[in-house]
């Protein structure tokens, strides 16, 4: 994905191969700024990639029980750490997180959730960022973090509801 592009998932999409080069750039990403991506870590960000929806912390650590693997601050942590690392994203309006398909490229969280289906996308746009810090500035304030979360309806929900 290009930054300035915007991508829902499609059914073609080659779910396992994304997973594998989101897991390829973590273990890059950490390898260049000397941090270890333990298993834990691996884990979790894999659990996040297996769906191209916000994941919260508790189902991911749902999951890892039912594998016997881990205890919330465990969890908490490594959510922390993938969070610091650019390598997932949090979903305020959601308390979720999803993977960022664009790890080694500073930006701000643009993102459109589809209230139905939960599906994600990540935004990747200088211009909103812009906007905001030009607004801001005007209205003398100093922006720290940008979030944008647009709430609506992705085009196959949208088409679902057309049919009824």
């Known amino acids: 994905m290009k930054k300035g ?43 996040i990639w297996q769906q191209h929806k916000p994941i919260g912390a508790y189902e991911v650590l749902e999951q890892l029980q039912r594998q016997g693997r881990a205890a919330p601050p465990t969890v908490y942590r490594a959510l922390d750490f993938l969070q610091d690392l650019g390598l997932v994203h949090r979903i305020e309006s959601l308390n979720a997180f999803v993977g960022c398909n664009q790890p080694h490229l500073p930006h701000e969280g643009q993102f459109l959730i589809c209230e139905s289906c939960r599906i994600c996308a990540e935004l990747y746009s200088d211009e909103i960022h812009s906007v905001i810090e030009k607004k801001a500035f005007a209205a003398g304030f100093k922006v720290r973090q940008q979030r944008v979360e647009i709430m609506g309806l992705c085009r196959k929900c949208l088409k679902e509801r057309s049919k009824k």
Do not use: M, Y
């Open 5 to 47: 592009k915007l991508e829902f998932i499609s059914s073609e999409h080659d779910h396992q191969r994304c997973i594998a080069e989101a897991l390829a750039r973590a273990e890059e990403i950490c390898a260049n700024r000397g941090q270890r991506f333990t298993a834990i870590r691996r884990k979790v960000l894999e659990l």
